[in-house]
Nanobody
Framework: QVQLVESGGGLVQPGGSLRLSCAASGSIFSIYAMGWYRQGPGKQRDVVATITKDGSTNYADSVKGRFTISRDHAKNTVYLQMNSLEPEDTAVYYC??????????????WGQGTQVTVSS
């Protein structure tokens, strides 16, 4: 079983910054990728940024140049540094892990979500 614990969300003014963290624990024996998704009010859940096991990153067009994803392999933790935040970034942010944990086959795991609100 895998647990993903997110932290770092909150209320910030436009132009501000936040850093999200997601720590994975459990019987994990392979991680293919980790990432962040978000779901705004009345919207579907969309990808924000992902990072593969070899360090390749991918970003949604709307956050390129403002957000940075990184990972600490030793801690099984992924981070999302969010700068120049805009009201449109307001959403619940979910951590995702694409991997294998005993006794399951490869699958997606999700955190519980953390609220990010950008407002003056």
């Amino acid at each position: 079983q895998v647990q993903l614990v997110e932290s770092g969300g909150g209320l910030v003014q436009p132009g501000g910054s936040l850093r999200l963290s997601c720590a994975a624990s459990g019987s994990i024996f392979s991680i293919y990728a980790m990432g962040w998704y978000r779901q705004g009010p009345g919207k579907q859940r969309d990808v924000v940024a992902t990072i593969t096991k070899d360090g390749s990153t991918n970003y949604a067009d709307s956050v390129k140049g403002r957000f940075t994803i990184s990972r600490d392999h030793a801690k099984n933790t992924v981070y999302l540094q969010m700068n120049s935040l805009e009201p449109e970034d307001t959403a619940v942010y979910y951590c995702n892990l694409d991997g294998r944990a005993w006794p399951s086959t490869r699958r997606d795991y999700w955190g519980q979500g953390t609220q990010v609100t950008v407002s003056s």
